[in-house]
């Protein structure tokens, strides 16, 4: 027998020698060859470049390019690129039907999948490629639970729209079909700025949950430096994808890992950013389960403390006027660092090289307008809120850079529907008193399932003016493009028989941000009543990965986790 060790591929100390090393792996080297992967490639670091690219959702359509780009700066540094894709929803797309049900559980799956991926192929780093809502958070998620050296590109922001001087995004169309609901504007005028508030491809021009989440890696250290505002197609953004892919073999040669980057500090950078530019308030429901994946709680009291002392330095759409994309010029995220200071732990390392203090030392502070210092901030405390009370035991969010100073304070008469269809509708056909509190039940994460966003109702009350004087609360979500007094993530939720679920008509709720209270103004005693004499709805059958969706967090509701 012959029991030579003669090595054919050289170990490097990687994960992947499991693959080619050793005389048994001789299928999968032969694999490999058919490839059109040479011997001599084998030595090389295995880079996994996990994409989002598809053709259906315009913030992935830019992603192809950047990977061939990603690819040769891995090949020039002395990696072997692999790509492979994971899914992609367009929430936008998704929007205002069942189809939103598979956003939020979409991004299980995305992070499910790569973790796949990776391990089963054992990549060395890996090099992600995301946009949109769910993607970049699932992706984050799967980079810390697998933790191998990795970095960030994101496609980058589309460019606004513009009608009659006005910048566009999607909030902004959606605010325009109120309008002409109301009589305001003609279906012909309607159809023109549908053509143009979109013009090109990357994420919406505003901050909704694709930018903010982009700032958030490039916060917590796993992107470089203006990734996140970098538009797509441009040559800053080819070459930050070269850079990229030079940078993670070097990370893979040194172990430099996710872990490495992320942890309670860097977590509090990146949602102090968050909160100070008006980030969408599913930066509440993300960011627990990434800082979960790299083994670190963090609450929604925390949370609600951290936004109570940042300051509120960027008024970006849809809280204010000023497109997602008009940030690059600004300064980006390094002058957001820049502006925040030593309110940040600035000694944070970056994939980059730099701590967070370098750079934001070396940030092009171009627009203090746009992006302000935070001795002159447009408010002293950040977008969230957090509520309690009667309505909300476990807790409520609200972005509350986007609510308007008279509706800081409410209180009104409820009118409850039993799903998201049943309020649209209400709005269109102008059943919504003024000065009411719109209740939308049944969709929570297990009660819808999976807890769909609100935005074709709130950008309608935006657009029929209703949102001046009436605000919303729900068991589900709200789309990082809502604006208004909208409260969402109610908890307990209705399908767990949180108070909400026994609201009626006519009963009043106290909202007061200034406070943080959201109360319903009926007798404990008879709230109890209520609930012995209703017969609890089952909940809607669910199956697949819906049905997996809600005995996830059945779990984490009978574990008496807060179902956020």
């Known amino acids: 027998m012959n029991n030579s060790t003669d090595e054919i591929i050289k170990a490097k100390g990687l994960p992947s020698d499991a693959v080619v090393c050793g005389i048994d792996r001789g299928g999968h080297r032969s694999l490999l060859y058919s490839l059109g992967i040479e011997k001599e490639e084998m030595s090389r670091p295995f880079i996994a470049v996990v994409n989002s690219w598809n053709e259906i959702v315009p913030g992935c359509a830019p992603l192809r390019e950047i990977a061939s780009f990603v690819k ?36 299980e799956v995305i992070a499910d999948s790569i973790e796949i991926m990776l391990k089963a192929h054992c990549f060395d780093g890996a090099v992600f490629l995301g946009s949109c809502d769910k993607i970049i958070p699932g992706m984050l998620m799967a980079a810390l639970r697998v933790n191998i050296p990795s970095i960030f590109v994101q496609s980058g922001p589309m460019q606004n729209g513009c009608y009659k001087g006005q910048k ?53 250290g796993l992107g470089l430096p203006m990734t ?23 990370l893979t040669r040194e172990g430099r890992r996710p872990r490495d980057y992320v942890n309670k500090n860097s977590i509090e950078n990146a949602l102090k950013v968050g ?20 083994g670190i709680d963090i609450s929604l009291a925390e949370m609600d403390e951290i936004s109570a ?13 000023v497109p997602f994309n008009d940030l690059n010029a600004a300064g980006g995220v390094p002058a ?5 200071g030593d309110l940040l732990h600035g000694e944070e390392r970056t994939v980059s090289g730099k701590s967070i203090k370098e750079i934001a030392e070396a940030a092009d502070w171009e627009d203090k307008n746009i992006i302000r210092p935070r001795e002159n901030p447009f408010h002293s405390s950040g977008s969230l809120k957090v509520l309690w009370g009667s309505l909300a035991p476990d807790g409520a969010v609200v972005k509350q850079s986007g609510v308007a100073e008279n509706m800081r304070v409410h209180r009104g008469p409820a009118v409850v529907f039993e799903n998201m269809e049943e309020a649209v509708e209400a709005v269109e056909h102008g059943r919504i008193e003024k000065g009411s509190v719109v209740v939308i039940r049944n969709e929570g994460p297990i009660g819808g399932p999976g807890m769909r966003e609100m935005q074709l109702v709130t950008t309608l009350m935006v657009g029929t003016g209703l949102s001046d004087t009436t605000a919303l609360v729900t068991d589900g979500r709200f789309s990082g493009a809502t604006r208004g007094p909208c409260i969402g993530h109610i908890s307990p939720e ?51 990965v819906l049905g997996s969706f809600v005995e996830h967090y059945l779990r984490k509701s009978e574990e008496k986790e807060r179902c956020l």
């Open 72 to 107: 040769r700066g891995i090949s020039e540094a002395g990696g072997l690129p692999f790509e492979f894709c994971t899914i992609g929803v367009c929430d936008g797309l998704a929007q205002g039907h069942r189809g939103m049900s598979y956003s939020l559980p979409s991004r």
């Open 168 to 220: 566009l995004s999607m909030p902004s169309l959606r605010e325009y079909t109120g309008k002409y609901f109301e009589a305001e504007i003609t279906r012909a005028e309607l159809e023109k700025i549908e053509r143009c508030t979109m013009p090109t491809q990357g994420s919406c021009a505003m901050l909704g949950t694709a930018n903010s989440m982009s700032c958030v890696v490039e916060t917590l």
């Open 228 to 250: 996140a505002t970098t538009p797509p197609f441009t040559s800053q953004k080819r070459q930050e994808a070269v850079t990229a892919g030079r940078i993670i073999v070097g």
């Open 275 to 294: 909160f100070a530019i008006g980030s969408s308030t599913n930066l509440v429901l993300h960011m627990s389960e990434i800082a979960r994946e790299a």
């Open 309 to 321: 002392a940042t300051p509120y330095i960027s008024k970006v759409h849809p809280s204010g006027t």
């Open 336 to 340: 957001i660092l820049q502006s925040l």
């Open 494 to 544: 209705a399908a767990l028989g949180g108070p909400i679920a026994y609201v009626r008509d006519g009963d009043i709720i106290s909202i007061d941000l200034n406070k943080g209270t959201l109360d319903i103004e009926v007798d404990g005693d008879e709230l109890r009543q209520r609930a012995s004499a209703s017969a609890r709805k089952s909940r809607p059958a669910a199956d697949g």
